[in-house]
C-alpha cells in the first residue's frame, strides 16, 4: 500500500507563505500525476495544482500567480507553495497521487494537512 505523507501546515496571518510538502514512500508501475487538493468545511474537495510524470504542471486558474507546484519524481515528491495567502485559503490540503500498474490505475491520497489563514 502506497503512504502519502504531508508537512507543512499551520497557522498563517494573511499575506504570509507557507510549503506543504508530500512525499510517496513508493511508486509503484509508473507514475501519472502527483498533485494537491484541498477541501473546506461543507464544499467538495476541488483541485488546486498537479504534475503529470514528464514535469508539466496544472494549476487552478483561480490560484495561478500564488500557486506553484513543484516535484522530484525521482524523490518520489510533490511540494505545493503557496503565497500571499487570505483567509478563502483556510482548507485541508491532501496530496494525490495516481499510478498506472499494467491496465490499472491507483489513487491515494494523504491524511490532509491542515492550513488555517487568519490573523
Known amino acids: 500500500q502506497v503512504q502519502l505523507v504531508e508537512s507543512g501546515g499551520g497557522l498563517v496571518q494573511p499575506g504570509g507563505f507557507l510549503r506543504l510538502s508530500c512525499a510517496a514512500s513508493?511508486?509503484?508501475?509508473?507514475?501519472?500525476?502527483m498533485g494537491w487538493y484541498r477541501e473546506t468545511s461543507g464544499k467538495q474537495r476541488e483541485v488546486v495544482a498537479t504534475?503529470?510524470?514528464?514535469?508539466?504542471?496544472i494549476i487552478e486558474d483561480s490560484l495561478k500567480g500564488r500557486f506553484t507546484i513543484s516535484g522530484d519524481k525521482t524523490k518520489r515528491t510533490v511540494d505545493l507553495q503557496i503565497n500571499n495567502l487570505t483567509p478563502d485559503d483556510t482548507a485541508v490540503y491532501f496530496c494525490?497521487?495516481?499510478?498506472?500498474?499494467?491496465?490499472?490505475?491507483?489513487?491515494?491520497w494523504g491524511q490532509g494537512t491542515q492550513v488555517t489563514v487568519s490573523s
Open positions: 494525490y497521487l495516481k499510478l498506472s500498474i499494467a491496465v490499472w490505475i491507483e489513487e491515494y
Open positions: 504534475m503529470d510524470a514528464n514535469g508539466r504542471t
Open positions: 513508493e511508486i509503484r508501475g509508473s507514475l501519472d500525476i
